[in-house]
Nanobody
């Protein structure tokens, strides 16, 4: 039905910037909003940001607010981007994008509200 594919991860230096992409394939009309999460080794998955496809409204969570931006492109793959700056070793994690089937006035920050998940892309920040 819906497939999410992340790209853009890799090894970067502390202080660098990075842009991650999430392509949505399949029945993209099933996705109300697309979010980014990350999971570091030994830690729980953490919400980063979400954007709604209909009106473009977005929300950036506390974990990366002030140094991250989420945006979307209305292209064939309905791509969602996460741009992060001032990366630090503690940003090292697997970064996932996720799609929700529903939405509304409030932004979903809990992973259980997301139906579709990508396989993730590894981001490693060296000091």
């Amino acid at each position: 039905q819906v497939q999410l594919i992340e790209s853009g991860g890799g090894l970067v230096q502390a202080g660098d910037s990075l842009s991650l992409s999430c392509a949505t394939l399949g029945r993209t009309s099933l996705t109300y909003g697309t979010a980014w999460f990350r999971q570091a080794p030994g830690k729980e998955r953490e919400f980063l940001a979400v954007i709604h496809w209909g009106d473009g409204d977005y929300y950036v969570g506390d974990a990366v607010r002030g140094r991250a931006m989420i945006s979307k492109a209305n292209n064939a793959e309905n791509t969602v981007y996460l741009q992060m700056s001032s990366l630090q070793p503690e940003d090292t994690a697997v970064y996932y994008c996720a799609g929700s089937q529903t939405g509304g006035e409030y932004f979903y920050t809990r992973e259980t509200l997301y139906t579709y998940w990508g396989r993730g892309t590894q981001v490693t920040v060296s000091s």
